[in-house]
């Protein structure tokens, strides 16, 4: 199936530092979602956006559903060693999500 | 508390040995699906069920059998599970077919020898 194209593919930062990763698709899309995976646990939902432009929070990250319609980013401020894990976007023109395929972050204490 | 909850955890299977794994979700949820996790392949979706009865396949539903008889268990059937079907496979909910918002299980992985 269609997959979106997330970047970067793997990040290794020094605690303290922001982080940014960004998935594009080359369709429009109406929903992008931003899922957080800890090691050996499900995916949970981190940010949720529904409208061209919108920039939500939730603590420490923020997230943008892109102008064009056809990416959004998520940024992490001032990283702790929590937020290790696996980053997914998904979202979907209709629907039926589509899942980029995870960034893996780990931070140096 | 408001969870997705798999069983088992962990399975180690032999080839052609039918096994099921059980999904189970405390939300009242309409819409579940199963999905499987493969390094370099990501999330992809296996079956899904908009309602009790009501189930269809995902993008890679060949060797799977599901059932919804109830709203909140939706099972996960290998009738002869073969080594390619090795893989994490997880469960999820969402309130409605319309909502985008899916809640996770915690995981099976499953290897088959």
């Known amino acids: 199936g269609q997959q979106l194209n997330q970047s970067p593919q793997s990040m290794f930062i020094q605690e303290g530092e922001d982080v940014s990763m960004n998935c594009t698709s080359s369709?429009?899309?109406?929903?992008w979602l931003w899922y957080k995976q800890d090691p050996g646990e499900g995916p949970v939902l981190l940010i949720a956006?529904?409208?061209a432009g919108e920039l939500t929070s939730n603590g420490r990250l923020t997230a943008q559903f892109g102008i064009t319609r056809k990416d959004s980013f998520l940024n992490i401020s001032a990283s702790i060693p929590s937020d290790v894990g696996i980053y997914f976007c998904a979202g979907g023109p209709n629907r039926k999500l589509i899942w980029g395929l995870g960034t893996s972050l780990a931070v140096n204490p | 508390e408001a969870q997705v909850t798999q069983n088992p955890r962990y399975l180690i299977t032999v080839t052609g040995k039918k096994l099921t794994v059980t999904c189970s979700q405390n939300?009242?949820?309409?819409?579940m699906s199963w999905y499987r996790q493969d390094p370099g392949l990501g999330l992809r979706q296996i079956y899904y069920?908009?309602?009790?009865?009501?189930?269809d396949k995902g993008d890679v539903p060949e060797g799977y059998k599901v059932s919804r008889k109830e709203k909140r268990n939706f099972p996960l059937i290998l009738e002869s599970p073969s080594p390619n079907q090795t893989s994490l496979y997880f469960c999820?909910?969402?309130?409605?077919?319309?909502?985008?918002?899916?809640?996770f299980g915690p995981g099976t992985r499953l290897t088959v020898t």
């Open positions: 069920s908009m309602n009790v009865e009501v189930t």
């Open positions: 999820a909910s969402s309130q409605h077919r319309l909502s985008y918002e899916q809640y």
């Open positions: 956006l529904y409208k």
């Open positions: 369709s429009i899309f109406n929903t």
């Open positions: 939300m009242n949820h309409e819409y």
